[in-house]
């Protein structure tokens, strides 16, 4: 952060503060070159922001999601009041972002307060690329890609990390009236409403929540072939994303694919693991 202002600084430094809330791997490691980092920051901090209003806020969250795109434009130009926003402000400035992606993030959480349930799988699909795979282009915009190619392998990562993250949250979500397992595949493994409230989970539920898990995993796979595609360090920290989902998806089928009798949570040591494996890999070495 050596150009920027000491006032810019510190508003980038705020956005640092939001990492502390991320739970499962660290969003913004060592990978990403130093330069990088602030603005990796600023998205994240906008990112946690506007899920924190979609999901924890207790006042009316459609007004706060609405005030919250307010900001986000007045950001776009150059007028934004908050910390967070004037930080954004300065990583859309350099790196030339496109309002598309924040404003599909901002209707993912919309949904989420008039939505509850998908019928299908392609509906959820739908959800996910508003409300994941902006992330991924984000990212790759960061390091100048802007190509279809990188753009839909990343998308497949990013549906695979967001369909990992509903199974670990499962509980979660259904505690707070919301439920994204597509009502198509309850209905094929013979799961009602009544048997996800049950304690301990069915063996169906168990069977269905082993589908779900074995096709984030194929997502999550189907975007692997980005991380030869992209810059060494860039490479890493895709890794330790994709390696860091399939950790979670483990440690659902390590509790017998049921997420319901607790959070499935992956240890410090599996952490410390994935980093290891993406820092001594024959992919991390390659020039």
């Not at 930080?87 to 496109?98: C, K, N, Q």
């Not at 959480?109 to 349930?117: F, G, I, L």
């Not at 397992?181 to 409403?193: I, K, T, W």
Request: aromatic share 10%.
């Amino acid at each position: 952060m050596g150009a920027m202002s000491q006032a810019r600084q510190a508003d980038f430094l705020r956005c640092r503060e939001q990492l502390k809330h991320y739970e499962n791997f660290n969003v913004v490691s060592y990978f990403v070159p130093g330069r990088l980092r602030p603005h990796f920051w600023a998205i994240y901090a906008f990112c946690r922001g506007v899920d924190d209003l979609g999901d924890e806020y207790s006042g009316d969250r459609l007004a706060a999601l609405q005030a919250f795109e307010e900001e986000l434009r007045r950001a776009f130009e150059n007028q934004a009041r908050t910390p967070e926003f004037r930080a954004l402000a300065e990583t859309i400035r350099l790196f030339h972002l496109p309002i598309e992606d924040f404003l599909a993030l901002i209707e993912a959480n919309r949904r989420d307060q008039v939505r509850s349930r998908y019928l299908t799988f392609d509906d959820l699909l739908e959800y996910c690329r508003h409300s994941a795979d902006p992330v991924g282009h984000l990212v790759l915009a960061l390091f100048g890609f802007r190509d279809d190619e990188r753009r839909r392998l990343a998308d497949a990562v990013s549906t695979g990390l967001q369909l990992t993250n509903f199974w670990q949250d499962l509980d979660r979500d259904l505690a707070a009236g919301r439920c994204y397992l597509p009502e198509e595949d309850c209905h094929r493994f013979g799961v009602s409403a009544s048997a996800l409230k049950m304690r301990p989970s069915s063996e169906a539920v168990r069977q269905l929540i082993a589908f779900e898990v074995d096709r984030a995993e194929v997502w999550l796979k189907r975007g692997a072939r980005l991380e030869t595609m992209v810059p060494r360090r860039l490479a890493w920290q895709l890794k330790l994303y994709r390696l860091g989902g399939q950790a979670i998806l483990n440690a659902i089928r390590a509790q017998g694919c049921d997420p319901l009798a607790g959070r499935p949570e992956v240890s410090r040591a599996a952490k410390l693991g994935i980093v290891w494996r993406v820092w001594f890999s024959g992919e991390a070495s390659r020039p």
